[in-house]
């Protein structure tokens, strides 16, 4: 049958729903936590390292063992929120959130510092799965960008308040690491609380035969005959779709989400979000400056992501990677010059570091989780979704568990490991220019049709 089209322009001028975009936000809470856990650690790693000891080796693990279990969590995410639903895995993250944030805090032993850690790895990854896809599914397609983007907001606003937490508990003396890392139990609580109060993804109840259920939902999000089409799209048999992600027949989305998601992390963003005192510090800042730098660069980063969020439903997603990965080259060369000459660097670092945030988070920050969550169909959503999140997370332990080793095993480490960034946002403009699909003012169904997936 086929599919009635309505023109990205005819999308944009439906009214937005509120009901829509509080629940998806509600949903995005998993996002100010994923990015609080990401960047926390930058401002303890160094005291960390001398608490226990640790050489380059053994301190870029302690590090990366949150981005190991980020790798475990996007792996297995997508089975239990294909089999229970979108909303009970979302609240099983807040937990695992909570126990991390406790444990990390208390804990003596680095053995169980670093198992703490990995759980909050676990939540990470499966938010970064879970979170968007269920913003996907609930989003009207007129919207569906800025609220899925609205993850990626969480995450910077998280990010932000994680440097921002570490400069003021910076100077509390030995401990001031505890604090830094403790804190995430207040939103990890207030996220689980309200998890109560959203609906469970109506696209998931189609798939699992709850249809009266899901079109309570949709007429909520103004997409009241979304059932309908979504059953002749995808003629779902009763019982539900069962059905592997690799038959065949997605190879293209596939293709698009594990490159995109490996260029996201070969830009060096969590080397740089991850290691941000120590980067400043080896700029020639002092300690206390080394920890206010990166309020600037968490500032930058939501500044330009809220600026990105207000244009991806018009001009796209693959015009926003395009200028993204344009900026980013000429700002990691840059950097990498800086780190190449001693007279170069101090407040040169600073700026060149901004440039490049303010450009990847206006373009790879603001679109991947976007991308990844809109280019599967609904029957493998959840399985897609998991592999671009597991390719993304496994790239980003690797950066940040080399990123230490190579600065301290050379004077030129800084330099090589930015030109080196530079040259994978290169090649990721070629990829983007040559063949990335444009997604915005699209449903999810027309996306499919348009890949040629039936």
Known sequence: MQIPVETPAALTHKPASGYAIRVSLIAALGGFLFGFETAVISGAEKTIQRLWSLDSFWQGFTVASSLIGTVIGSLIAGVPA??????????????????SAIGCALTPYWSLFVLFRFIGGIAVGASSVVGPMYIAEISPAHQRGRLAGSFQLMIVTGIFVAYLTNFLFVNLGDQSWRWM???????????????RAIPESPRWLVLNNRDEEARKVFARTGEADAVNLIREEHALAKGGTKESL??????????????????????????ILYYAPRIFEMAGFTKDQAYLQPVYIGAANLFFTLLAMTVIDKFGRKTLLLIGAAGTIVFLGLTANAFSNPSAMGSNVLIYLIGYIAFFAFSQGAVIWVFISEIFPNSVRSQGGSLGSFTHWIMAAIISWTFPIIVESSPKGGFYSFVFYSVMMFLSFLFIWRIMPETKGRSLEQIQKELGIR
């Open 181 to 195: 890392l403790g804190i995430m139990l207040v939103p990890a609580l207030l996220f689980a609380i309200l998890l």
């Open 246 to 271: 690799f038959n065949g027949k997605y190879g293209k989305p596939i293709l698009y989400a594990v490159i995109l998601a490996m260029f996201n992390q070969l830009s060096g963003i969590n080397a």
């Open 82 to 99: 294909q089999r229970y639903g979108r909303k009970k895995v979302l609240t099983f993250i807040a937990l695992l959130y909570l126990v």
